[in-house]
Structures are given as C-alpha cells and as structure tokens.
C-alpha cells in the first residue's frame, strides 16, 4: 500500500523538517506485519512529494495471527486484501514513521508545524462502503476528494466496479499535523478490519487524535462506531463524548471550567494540566456522568430531565436498561429539535423509542405529565431563573411533580475566585442570573427540603480545592422529613 504527501509550499523541501525524513536518502522502520519505506520521489523548491511505502509480509501476517480475518475459514487467512489496502496498518505506520509530525513538533523550525500548507494526498488503495463515503468523512474537513474506481474484473467489465478506489484529497491551507491525524482515524473506519484487538483504551486514541475535529464532524456518528467497533456497549466517557458531538464552547476543563469561554483554569494547575497526557472531561461532562451515575445507583424505573437541553443527559439516560421512561422537558423548541436529532429519535427502533418522549414546558408552570416519577434532574438550571421566580419553580417540582428523588445542580460561586478572567462579581455565563456560594445553596436547599418533606444531602462536583470546594454543587433531595446535610 502506498500514501504520498505532495506540497507546493515555498520552499517545498520544507516538508522534509517537517516529517523528520531527510529527503536525500530512503529510510525505512519496521512495522506490525512488515516495513515501512519512506522515499521522496521529487524533492525541489517548487514541489516536494513524500511516500510511505508499507510493505506486509503476508504469511507472516497469519502466523501472527493478526489481520488475518476470518480464523474458521482457513483459505480466507491467505487470500484477502491485508497486505494491499490501506487499513490500520497504515495508520500504525504512520504513526511511527511520522509521530513527531503528528504530533506537531519540528525541532529544527519550531514554527513550521503551525503553517497552513498547500498539500496533496494519495493513498492506492481503500476498501469503502461505497465511493460516496470517502467524500462524506473528508470534504467537511475542507477537502476537495477525487476517487478513482476500479473494475472488480478487468476482463469482465460488466460485473462493474469493486468496493476499492484510489482516494485523491487536496486541501489549500492546512497544518501537516491535521492531515496526518485524519488520515490516522479515518483510513481504519473506511477499512473497518482492525489487525489487533481492540480494547477500552481505543476510546482514548480517538479522543487524543479526533478530539479537536471530530464532535464537529456530521458523520461523527458512523466513524465512532466504526473506529470502536467492538465497545458499542461500554460505558466509556471519552467515547461518550465523541458520540454526544461536543460543541466547541465545552472545551476540556482545564480549558473551560464551566459553560463560558471567559473563565481558565487557575494558573497553578497550569503546568499540571499541561504536563498531562491524559484527555480530560469538560466540567459539564463531568457533571452529566456524576448525576447520571447517582440515578444509576437509585434503579429508577421513570425518571424527569427538566431542562433537558440538547438530550445529552437523555443519551445517557437511555444506557441504563433499568429505566423504562424518560421524559425530557425543556422551554426551548429548537433545543428539543437537536436534542431528537441528537439521539436520532427518528431512526430509533420502536420498543426503544416508547422508552422516551420529548415535551415542550416550563418549570414555573403547574404540569400534569411531571407527576408520577422515580427521579428527576435539573442539571445546571436553577442559575437561568431570576432568584424570585425560584419558589414557582419550587412549588412545581417539589410541592405538585414530587418525585421520589430529584438532583440540582449549579456552579460554585465560592470557586470563581481561581478564574483569572473573572473579575470580581462576574458570572461564568451570560445567562446565568445568580451563582450562589457553598452556604447559599446549603440554605437553599434546606430550606427546599424542610418545607417539600424531603431529606437532602449536598454533593460535590469536580475537584476541590481548599478553601473555596469545588468548582460545582449538588443537591440530592429524598422523599422524606429528616433533613441532612453532607458538608464539604
């Protein structure tokens, strides 16, 4: 299989930095199954053109036993398409034949790496579903794809074209680094036949490698199934990240604490942060698994999102088998609409669809479909409403609706201090109309409980730090007289 980069870049032969490949001479590593060669076939200030030759062993392919597919049907382990198609074992190779690249580092031209560059990629050949799949994952990464076709049979053209093409991508200003990183991911998904077992840390390649572009991505979806194809049913946070389709606003925390783009983490987690190489979830995440996990522990059989937003909560609430109702509820029409795109409502098989139901309301307005539930959320809610309309909210939650539990959460005014580009008094959201200390949310939620008959107990969300807890609170209110307060 072979994958050529080409740049009309001026000087081209910059691409040689770049890559960390000396364009005078062939250099070679060696790889899962075989060899990898890297060459340039032209090299001037004009135009430079790299190529990674990957050169597979085939028999030794089955006595490795790894992408061999097909392990009951012996002749299948000689005759297939392992050693010819771009696959996963291009992604490896290029993972280490150019990780330096991938990873955005040029020792010798420290700035290059961040150089939109003019490039040209071919790879000879991909396996695909079909010719439009290869456009449908590159061209909303910018893009202009060409596919050649070819005939299943030379000899008898009337059997038409096979599922193999030779993917031609131009792009007219974008980082090597990028390019690199896509080909990585989306290769495998076009492929579809990994040669080494995937396992729970997969999530997490994706995430370091797709993290930046993929939840952007409209076909988001098809490649996380594709790429983790045999964790479909485990609850990973990262790959439940990639397949919620983060919008760019929820950056990891150690970028934004909360809902705004304002706020950075305090400067003496920086270096921590940075020396880090494990991907992060956002605090909103973070607070979605935590109240997810706590419903999980209660084995509800209905339960209430109020506020349900764009369904993220719902997406996790649908995981959990247990549940046999959902109910999102939310003012805003148009966040309902993305949340049923989002869950792809319209595509769900029936006995799953009966499961949850989307409504349009408010919570200061008695509501005769929020009686008669196990649980309900408010996950960061209470903070959009003016202070005084909070009672009407509280009189239809937890005086007429009472569920059996419900769970609140909102930021931490104690913790905004640690955001440099707060200032003194600022909210970390535009909308948000208050954001109460530690003492004030205690108050309030005692006071919620005393007078609604529930006991509650306060929680905390994210990190703590000494002297101002943590970035984010929870309130767990329980059918019941007894109050109590679990203090931080």
């Known amino acids: 299989m072979l994958l050529t980069l080409t740049t009309s870049y001026s000087p081209a032969t910059d ?11 062939l250099q070679s590593v060696e790889v899962a199954g075989g060899v990898a060669h890297v060459f340039y076939p032209e090299a001037t200030a004009e135009r430079c053109t790299a190529a990674l030759l990957l050169d597979l062993d085939p028999v030794g392919l089955v006595r490795g036993r ?4 097909g392990e009951g049907f012996a002749l299948e382990q000689y005759v297939n398409d392992r050693p010819y198609v771009a696959s996963s074992f291009l992604s490896a190779a290029l993972s280490k034949a150019f990780g330096t690249a991938m990873n955005g580092t040029c020792k010798d031209r420290p700035n290059l790496p961040a150089q939109a560059l003019p490039l040209e990629v071919k790879v000879a050949v991909v396996s695909a579903p079909g010719p439009d799949w290869p456009r449908r994952l590159f061209e909303p990464l910018g893009y202009e794809v060409e596919i050649e076709t070819t005939l299943l049979d030379p000899t008898v053209p009337e059997w038409g074209d096979s599922r193999y093409y030779t993917l031609h991508l131009r792009h007219e200003g974008l980082r090597l680094q990028d390019v690199l990183t896509h080909l990585y991911v989306l290769l495998p998904v076009l492929d579809n036949d990994k040669h080494y077992y995937i396992g729970e840390n997969e999530a997490e390649k994706l995430l370091h490698r797709g993290g930046e572009w993929l939840p952007q991505h409209p076909e988001r979806g098809f490649i996380t199934r594709r790429y983790l194809r045999y964790l479909a049913g485990i609850v990973n946070p990262t790959l439940l990240r990639l397949m919620e389709g983060d919008e760019v606003e929820e950056a990891p925390l150690e970028a934004v604490p909360d809902e705004t783009e304002k706020a950075v983490v305090p400067a003496s987690d920086q270096t921590v942060a940075a020396e880090s190489a494990e991907p992060k979830l956002s605090l909103h995440d973070q607070r979605l698994q935590q109240v997810a996990h706590e419903i999980y522990q209660l084995g509800p059989k209905r339960v209430l999102d109020l506020g349900c937003g764009e369904g993220k909560l719902l997406r996790l609430l649908l995981r959990q088998h247990k549940i046999e109702f959902i109910l999102g509820m939310d003012v805003s029409h148009q966040a309902l609409s993305r949340a049923a795109q989002r869950l792809h409502l319209d595509e769900m098989p029936p006995r799953q669809r009966t499961r949850i139901e989307l409504i349009q309301g408010s919570l200061l307005y008695r509501d005769e479909r929020l009686a008669g539930f196990d649980a309900a959320a408010l996950v960061e809610v209470i903070e959009h409403l003016d202070e005084n309309r909070l009672a009407a909210l509280e009189a239809v939650v937890f005086g007429q609706a009472r569920p059996a539990h419900v769970f609140v959460t909102t930021p931490n005014a104690d913790y905004n201090q640690l955001f440099d580009k707060l200032n003194a008094g600022d909210f970390r959201h535009d909308d948000h109309r208050f954001e109460w200390t530690r003492a004030e949310f205690a108050a309030w939620a005692a006071g919620v409980a005393e007078w609604h008959g529930y006991q509650v107990r306060i929680v ?12 984010s609170q929870m ?3 329980e059918s019941g007289r007894t109050i109590f307060i679990e203090k931080n």
């Open 66 to 69: 790894g992408g061999a597919s």
């Open 460 to 471: 905390a969300m994210g990190e703590e730090v000494e002297g101002v807890g943590p970035p």
């Open 15 to 25: 691409l040689g930095y770049l890559l960390h490949k000396n364009p005078a001479r």
């Open 475 to 477: 309130a767990v209110f």
